[in-house]
C-alpha cells in the first residue's frame, strides 16, 4: 500500500512564503510522476504543478506560474512545493498525487495524499 503524507501547511500572511513536503512510501516513488493539486472551500479540486520521474520537466497552472516551485529529492522519496508571493487566493488544502507509471504528462494519479491546509491571510 503506497501512502502519501503531505505536511509544512498553515497560516501565513500575505506575501509569505511556505514550503509543502509530500514523503511516498515503498521503493518506487522514482517511478513515479509527482503531482500538487489543490481545493478550496466549495471549489473543486485544480491543478497546481507537476513534475516527472527524475525532475526534468515541470508543469504549472497559470495561476501559480513565477511563484511556486515544484521539486523532488528521490533519495528521500520527497516531492516539494515551494510557495512564495501568496496571496489569499492560494488558501485550500493541498495534496500531493502519484501518477505510478511516470507517464508525461500524467494520465492518471492512482494514489494521493489526504492533504495539508494553507491558509493566507490578508
Known amino acids: 500500500q503506497v501512502q502519501l503524507v503531505e505536511s509544512g501547511g498553515g497560516l501565513v500572511q500575505a506575501g509569505g512564503s511556505v514550503r509543502l513536503s509530500c514523503v511516498v512510501s515503498?521503493?518506487?516513488?522514482?517511478?513515479?510522476?509527482m503531482g500538487w493539486f489543490r481545493q478550496a472551500p466549495g471549489k473543486e479540486r485544480e491543478f497546481v504543478a507537476v513534475?516527472?520521474?527524475?525532475?526534468?520537466?515541470?508543469d504549472y497552472a497559470d495561476a501559480v506560474k513565477g511563484r511556486f516551485t515544484i521539486s523532488r529529492d528521490n533519495a528521500k522519496n520527497t516531492v516539494y512545493l515551494q510557495m512564495n508571493s501568496l496571496k489569499p487566493e492560494d488558501t485550500a488544502v493541498y495534496l500531493c498525487?502519484?501518477?505510478?507509471?511516470?507517464?508525461?504528462?500524467?494520465?492518471?494519479?492512482?494514489?494521493w495524499g489526504q492533504g495539508t491546509q494553507v491558509t493566507v491571510s490578508s
Open positions: 498525487a502519484a501518477d505510478r507509471r511516470g507517464n508525461w504528462p500524467p494520465r492518471n494519479y492512482d494514489y
Open positions: 515503498g521503493r518506487t516513488f522514482s517511478v513515479y510522476s
Open positions: 513534475i516527472s520521474q527524475a525532475g526534468g520537466y515541470t
